[in-house]
């Protein structure tokens, strides 16, 4: 269809609603087993954009080589790619940190955030600036100055 959804699939009755939300929550341990190491990751974008973002990860796998498995909550648009990679391959590991960027990039241009339901954290740190824009991220900072003024903390996070 023009939403690019390649498919539907409606549970006819309570044990086919089960299977399908077993098979949802199947999909992490399943990637985990195809390597050393797995990086889940959640954003949100628009419902009506969450096929095009889909396809869009599954090219940046694609252009680094990478193995990208991406499941999520189609009702809020919440996506969760999840990169699977050898933690031993050191070209692995940082096509991963490039691949990342690039996921991140893709819900800003939508209209989306760079996180759904797990927040910002340490590893999206760099990329909140992008969501929130530098005014934000320095107010950040003065609020945290004003109840940490030696920088003791949480140092290194959000508002440091």
């Known amino acids: ?9 409606l549970a006819a009755d309570v044990a086919a609603a089960e299977a399908l939300l077993y098979a949802r929550r199947c999909s992490l341990p399943a990637l985990a087993r195809l390597s050393s190491l797995s990086i889940l990751e959640d954003i949100s974008v628009p419902r009506k954009a969450m096929a095009e973002v889909v396809n869009r990860i599954e090219a940046i796998g694609k252009k680094h080589g990478l193995r990208i498995g991406t499941f999520g909550h189609a009702g809020d648009g919440n996506l969760h790619p999840t990169i699977v990679l050898d933690k031993d391959n050191p070209s692995e590991v940082a096509a991963a940190e490039v691949a990342l960027a690039e996921i991140f990039a893709l819900p800003l241009e939508f209209g989306g955030s760079i996180t759904g339901e797990h927040g910002v954290g340490s590893a999206k740190l760099p990329y ?3 969501l929130i824009g530098s005014t934000n991220m320095q107010l950040q900072r003065d609020i945290k100055k004003v109840f940490d003024p030696a920088g003791i903390l949480n140092p290194g996070r959000i508002g440091s």
């Not at 269809?1 to 699939?9: I, N, W």
């Open 1 to 9: 269809s023009a939403s690019g959804c390649r498919g539907v699939t």
């Open 128 to 130: 909140l600036e992008g």
